[in-house]
């Protein structure tokens, strides 16, 4: 499925955590029911993540599938600690996400990372592409001034754009380059977990194929594990070692890439991927 990188052997030490073989990331029993406003006759809750467990590997990409509205986007914000769950927890390297506070909550943050679906977005238009990439460095006082410009350089060179392109702004750049600079934004504090919510949708198929072969790339060099969300399952295959699917905020089937996408257990499943070209 992705033939020119090669999966970590599950024997080997893991990437920094004391205990051998423990995921990354564990959640267990994720549940997050938002409240709605009043409507007539009309439900006031709604359950968008309905008891998740999963696991992120050290070095793997974990694919997160399943229709618009599935609860992929909440999922991930609660790995993130953007939002809380209202029942579950989340460990990442073995500490529980929603005990740890202040500084340690800071520290953790730099370890993982988030790259969305339209980098017109969520890259600020005023800023040039240098300041962008090296905001993650200033908020956590990494470096000097002149380490910060040198460690945007490296990482403009990683994410295979040219130097000169640091004074650039983003609407100066195509929409690939837009989500290189936001995927070199992401590797800036060197995280161990790059969330990836449809980060390659908004593009045309060429250079959603090149944007998956960087991020192939970095995995590899820069020892990541992705937590690859899309809806597209023909993307998917390209880049999973694991798949697991969601429906209706529940998680219906958890595997192996091609077992998963080769011989579907779910029928919804089986009706995701019918759609692959
Ligand atoms: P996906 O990423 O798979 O498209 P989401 O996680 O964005 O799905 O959404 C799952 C469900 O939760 C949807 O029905 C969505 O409308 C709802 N939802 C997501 N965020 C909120 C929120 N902040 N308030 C209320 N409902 C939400
Ligand atoms: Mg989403």
Redesign the pocket.
């Known amino acids: 499925l992705r033939p020119s990188v090669s999966v970590p052997d599950p024997g080997a030490p893991p990437g920094g955590g004391a205990v051998p073989d423990s995921p990354l990331v564990e959640a267990k029993s994720l549940r997050k029911v938002?409240s709605?406003p009043r409507t007539a006759g009309g439900a006031r809750t709604?359950t968008?993540v309905d008891d998740v467990s999963l696991d992120i590997r050290r070095g793997e990409t974990l694919a997160l599938v399943?229709e618009?509205?599935?609860?992929?986007?909440?999922v991930a914000r609660l790995l993130l600690r953007l939002d809380k769950p209202t029942s579950g927890s989340v460990e990442f390297d073995g500490v529980d996400l929603a005990s740890a506070k202040g500084e340690k909550l800071r520290q953790l943050r730099r370890r993982f990372q988030v790259v969305f679906q339209s980098p017109y977005a969520s890259l600020d238009p005023r800023f040039t592409v240098e300041d962008i990439i090296a905001e993650p460095l200033r908020a956590f006082a990494e470096g000097s001034t002149l380490d910060r410009k040198r460690r945007v350089e490296a990482l403009l060179d990683e994410v295979h754009l040219p130097a000169d392109y640091a004074g650039r702004r983003p609407a100066e750049l195509s929409g690939g380059q837009r989500q290189r600079v936001a995927i070199a934004r992401a590797l800036a504090l060197k995280p161990e977990l790059v969330v990836l919510d449809e980060a390659v949708s908004a593009l045309d198929v060429s250079v959603q194929a090149q944007i998956l072969t960087l991020l192939a790339e970095l995995q590899v060099q820069e020892a990541l594990s992705y937590l690859f969300i899309s809806h597209d399952l023909a993307v998917v295959q390209q880049i999973s070692d694991r798949v697991a699917v969601?429906q209706a905020g529940k998680l219906v089937e958890m595997g192996g890439a091609i077992d998963v996408l080769e011989n579907p257990a779910e029928d919804y499943t089986r009706q995701l991927v019918s759609a692959i070209p």
Do not use: I
């Open positions: 938002f709605l709604l968008a399943g618009s509205g599935s609860g992929k986007s909440t969601m």
